[in-house]
């Protein structure tokens, strides 16, 4: 058992609505409006500085940004190789664990209140980006993160290097294309930094994107199978992680075999299913009751993810 606090998070979260006409989309961005303003969310503001395509509204509380709706169109070829236009809106929620108590708790109400009225009014969505996070609470100089299960088409930064904002990234892209349309993509960041915050934590973050939700199905089990394509370890002693980092760039092909030598797994840490699990339930089945009241079926025990907001 390793010697250190660590914490399951799920930060990010983007839902998207399908729709065959520009009139259904309309229709569902008013009642949406429409929604945001009876429960008093915020303040719903067009952003002018958006110049492509896509019409993007802000949702703001105060002066924070707690979430994004962007509606669009895209076009899909059909069974006979016609080009059909396919008309959508996206709500992205950011910042669900920032540390900041009145900015988290903002944005993990205004998830389940639409996410209730979605459930309530029996519209059809999916999930096309969740960012599932360990936060572990030290020093980012103790921990390492490694790709440990690779895939041939995908290019991998050197393990231990840092970028700018001291960050470690574990897959290379050549360019922002490139990175958005990457199924999933994993990145080590120093927390306290970011976010100005008065202890330490280091967060290991995966950012599962739309193509993996295209071809995976959203279950805990698939969530988990991808995050242990990653090992993410903690050294109490940094010259220990040191000798591993040179040991792992010695080998000219890293297998299963080589990652046994390296002892990887006496020093990682994993994420906790439960908290994925029951952030999943609570999303799918919160809803709103006779009174208008925004409820979370709770489990026995009660383990609920997002509480005392509503």
Not at 203 to 218: A, C, D, H, P, V
Not at 223 to 234: A, G
Request: aromatic fraction near 14%.
């Amino acid at each position: 058992m390793l010697d250190i606090n660590y914490n399951t998070e799920i930060d990010t979260v983007a839902l998207q609505l399908d729709f065959d006409s520009a009139e259904e989309q309309k229709n569902e961005f008013d009642q949406l409006g429409d929604w945001i303003i009876a429960k008093r969310l915020g303040l719903l503001k067009f952003d002018t500085n958006k110049t492509s395509k896509i019409r993007v509204h802000e949702l703001y509380s105060g002066k924070s940004i707690i979430a994004t709706f962007s509606t669009g169109a895209t076009t899909k070829k059909d069974d006979y190789n016609r080009g059909i236009i396919k008309y959508y809106i996206r709500i992205r929620i950011a910042g669900l664990k920032s540390y900041n108590i009145v900015a988290d708790s903002a944005s993990s109400s205004t998830l389940v209140t639409i996410c209730a009225y979605l459930n309530a009014a029996g519209k059809s969505y999916r999930f096309v980006e969740l960012d599932v996070c360990l936060d572990i609470f030290c020093s980012f100089k103790n921990i390492l993160a490694v790709c440990t299960q690779r895939t041939a088409r995908t290019s991998y930064n050197d393990i231990g290097n840092l970028y700018k904002n001291s960050t470690s990234y574990i897959e290379y892209f050549q360019d922002a294309y490139t990175r958005k349309q990457a199924t999933k993509r994993a990145y080590l960041y120093d927390k306290q930094t970011k976010e100005g915050l008065a202890f330490n934590v280091t967060r290991f973050e995966i950012k599962l994107q739309n193509g993996w939700f295209l071809n995976n199905e959203l279950n805990v089990e698939s969530i988990i199978n991808t995050i242990n394509r990653y090992h993410v370890m903690y050294y109490k002693n940094i010259r220990n992680k040191k000798s591993k980092i040179n040991h792992y760039n010695s080998y000219a092909n890293v297998t299963a075999r080589e990652i046994r030598q390296l002892e990887f797994e006496k020093y990682r840490l994993y994420p906790n299913q439960n908290i994925i699990k029951e952030f999943i339930r609570q999303i799918q089945s919160v809803y709103i009751d006779h009174y208008e009241n925004i409820v979370i079926p709770t489990l026995y025990p009660k383990n609920n993810f997002i509480k005392d907001f509503t």
